[in-house]
């Protein structure tokens, strides 16, 4: 299935500090026919988190002046994969988070699109041990 299937329908929340990336990556999942919700801080992605049906979602670690983890534990609790996209190559979050696909800034997009399509690998997204329908 191409990459353009696999995205169209889903609902991403971007958790990214710096606008321009976060706007980039907006962009080309919109072009994949996603649907995009875009937070700069742990409290707006939390309200996308509490008020949409998310798909999955892509995660800046290190934000202004908070960690991502917040957002991590919520996200696993429902059940929603994620991917990190972050600068940071260790650290107590990949530590804390070893099975979640990191990319490391900077890069382009589709690097981030390959990571997101790899969560819906056959249809079901690889959040624990055990597979999950999307």
């Not at 026919?33 to 998310?54: K, P, S, Y």
Request: aromatic share 6%; hydrophobic share 45%; glycine share 6%.
């Amino acid at each position: 299935m191409a990459r353009k299937e696999r995205l169209s329908g889903q609902t991403v929340l971007i958790l990214e500090d710096e606008p321009l990336l976060s706007f980039d990556l907006e962009l080309r999942l919109q072009d994949l026919g996603a649907t995009v919700l875009t937070a700069f801080n742990t409290f707006e992605a939390i309200g996308h988190i509490a008020d949409e049906n998310l798909s999955m979602a892509v995660l800046d670690i290190a934000l202004k002046d908070e960690t991502c983890e917040l957002i991590c534990d919520h996200l696993w609790a429902l059940g929603i994969p994620f991917v990190f996209y972050t600068g940071l190559s260790a650290g107590p979050t990949l530590e804390r988070w070893p099975h979640v696909p990191v990319i490391l800034k900077p890069t382009v997009s589709d690097v981030v699109v390959d990571a997101l399509v790899g969560l819906t690998s056959d249809g079901f997204c690889r959040l624990s041990a055990e597979a999950q329908p999307c």
